[in-house]
């Protein structure tokens, strides 16, 4: 199947062909208009037809007959739509209000994670979600999955070759991936190299996830079939995913801001082609977006002396055509998807008018982004509902090894020497309780956790890769008292201190996601970090702090579904304990 789905049917074709002939009008005129042609890769003048949400015309010519709307763009200069090729859309916020913000600062195309859809929803909701996306504004595409990135109790049932034959087949998905489990391909996993090759067949691409991979696992990877990775954390990393034939995706995430460290060593390195070099900010938290989403990365490129042609390129052209889609996108062309901003200068990304599908969602720097709403109840997207309570029984502590926190998400083993036999531990250290319980009940895993806080008494979330609830404290009864206040809100985050709550975010959409608009939802967690901080978090993300314990692609130790979890070595330390 292919990688789209058809936009325009025949009698719409032969409608905008009347147009060019004259014999209609077009719906919006962009006129004088001065436009990065990416083809030529120069900036041409033009007036820009548009009929519906498509480009009918680009050229020096005007209608024969007038438009609904025409607009002087003298003095303005035009680029394509941006495209954020990795976006996990799941981060507290939901794909629809990412989309909506991510428009109105220019970023009209999204790639999108399915995990979480994969996980907690059936195939047939999940994929008519998929389906609601396709009625907004901003062109919105998914990846699919091979593996989970953590150690689930069922795995076998939830990634059957039937499920994910069904979401690669889906004509909004563009790509397999991420590839986190690469080691499992290389150690003879036959059945994610079927999937693989699966994806291949299709005539889709493959995306890795290969961080510190080395030039010859790179080599092998690129033999397995896989077109880009989004790893790089250095210059010499991006050259030697170039060399091998990989699409590179930069990052700047919020656990990664990496791109201005990166340009300036691929500069060093006398990186002067860009064409196969792509930007994205990786999933990050919501106030990292506070600056700005591709039109921030374009200004960081810009600064570090990418030909302006080239930083545009980078998030728009270069995406489309590494998927195969630049006839629809990318381009100020006729044919292509009416995705266009309007800039007030070509050194300022940030647009002042959003096109997105032919419809203005920013005009003159008002937000008009039209009211659209995604049914999530009846896909099942139901608030959290945690049938059971916890007592301190559940939070009874006897392991001899605990997990320390080395920076935002990377954890290691460590040899616990303090007594637990207590109800509350000193603030005088880092050492706090970790709990880890079953979203039904059923199990629980509990630890000790070095360096998260020292002065954090009650601290539970709903929002973990595994859907499981974590909590982490001091005071057990605090704890308690948080993971009450997850269970009242239906999911979400909640900081307890001394019985009473400080902060709580509610997360209604599967306990995971709000549905407060991106804006809201960055003062919130702005909030949050700040009474976190006062209380001992020391790292960059609390957020990404609480979704990655359970995520097996990162080193070194986890807590997951099966119990605590030796990364590099692949096997549970002590396994969960039924309730």
């Known amino acids: ?70 607009i002087n763009c003298k003095n303005r200069y035009l680029v394509p739509g941006y495209i954020e090729p990795h976006a996990h859309p799941f981060f507290i916020y939901n794909p629809l209000t990412l989309a909506e913000f991510a428009a109105k600062h220019g970023t009209t195309t999204i790639v999108n994670d399915n995990l979480l859809m994969f996980l907690q929803l059936p195939l047939e909701k999940a994929l008519s979600i998929v389906d609601e996306f396709n009625k907004i504004p901003s062109s919105i595409y998914w990846w699919a999955r091979y593996d989970s990135q953590t150690q689930l109790d069922d795995e076998d049932l939830i990634f059957t070759n039937g499920k994910v034959k069904e979401w690669l087949s889906h004509p ?39 961080p510190g991979a080395s030039l010859k696992t790179l080599t092998k990877m690129a033999v397995l079939g896989v077109d880009a990775d989004h790893e790089a954390m250095t210059g ?59 039109d921030r990365m374009i200004e960081i490129a810009l600064e570090q002396g990418v030909p ?133 009940g059923k199990w629980r895993v509990t630890t000790l956790l070095k360096g998260f806080a020292n002065k954090v008494l009650g601290f539970a979330s709903s929002f973990t890769h595994s859907g499981d609830i974590v909590l982490i404290g001091k005071n057990r009864k605090d704890m308690i008292e948080a993971f009450r206040q997850v269970k009242k809100m239906g999911g979400g985050i909640s900081l307890v201190e001394n019985g009473e709550v400080i902060c709580n975010i509610s997360l209604p959409i599967r306990g995971t996601m ?43 130790i986890r807590v997951t579904q099966q119990g605590i979890f030796d990364v590099k070595n692949k096997t549970v330390l002590f396994p969960a304990i039924m309730r």
């Open 308 to 440: 302006v042609e080239d930083a545009y390129a980078m998030t728009s052209y270069n995406i489309a055509r590494h998927y195969g889609l630049d006839d629809l996108l990318g381009m100020i062309a006729p044919g292509r998807i009416a995705h266009i901003n309007v800039l007030e200068n070509k050194d300022h990304p940030r647009p002042i008018s959003v096109m997105a599908k032919g419809e203005w969602v920013l005009k003159n720097g008002t937000d008009t982004y039209p009211d659209v709403s995604i049914p999530w109840e009846t896909y099942g997207t139901k608030p959290l509902l945690l049938d059971f309570d916890i007592t301190e029984e559940d939070l009874m502590f006897s392991l001899p090894v605990g997990i320390e926190l080395i920076n935002s998400v990377v954890t290691k083993p460590y040899n616990i020497n303090i007594d637990v036999a207590v109800s509350e531990l000193s603030t005088s250290h880092d050492e706090s309780f970790l709990a880890m319980i079953d979203r039904n």
């Open 514 to 556: 709000s549905r407060e608009p991106m804006e809201e939802l960055i003062e919130i967690q702005k909030d949050l970090e700040e009474k976190l901080k006062k209380r001992g978090y020391r790292h960059d993300d609390p957020i990404y702090s609480l979704l990655f314990f359970s995520s097996t692609h990162l080193p070194f």
């Open 172 to 210: 909004s998905v563009l790509q397999g991936g991420e590839l986190t489990g690469w080691p499992k391909v290389l150690s003879g996993n036959n059945e994610i190299l079927y999937w693989m090759q699966e994806t291949k067949k299709l005539g889709k691409k493959i995306e890795g996830h290969f």
């Open 236 to 294: 010499e990393e991006v050259v030697n995913r170039l060399s091998v034939g990989m699409t590179t995706s930069l990052r700047y995430s919020s656990i990664r801001p990496d791109l201005p460290k990166l340009l300036k060593e691929m500069r060093d390195l006398g990186v002067k082609n860009f064409e196969r070099i792509i930007l994205n900010t990786d999933g990050s938290s919501p106030a990292f977006y506070e600056q700005g989403m591709q």
């Open 1 to 70: 199947m292919s990688v789209r789905t058809l936009n325009w049917n025949k009698k719409q074709i032969r409608e905008h062909i009347k147009i060019i002939d004259g014999q209609k009008a077009p719906s919006i005129v962009l006129k004088d208009a001065t436009y990065l042609n990416m083809a030529l890769k120069k900036w041409v003048k033009a007036n820009i037809w548009i009929a519906g949400d498509r480009i009918i015309y680009v050229g020096k010519d005007m209608p024969q007959k007038p438009a609904n709307e025409t």
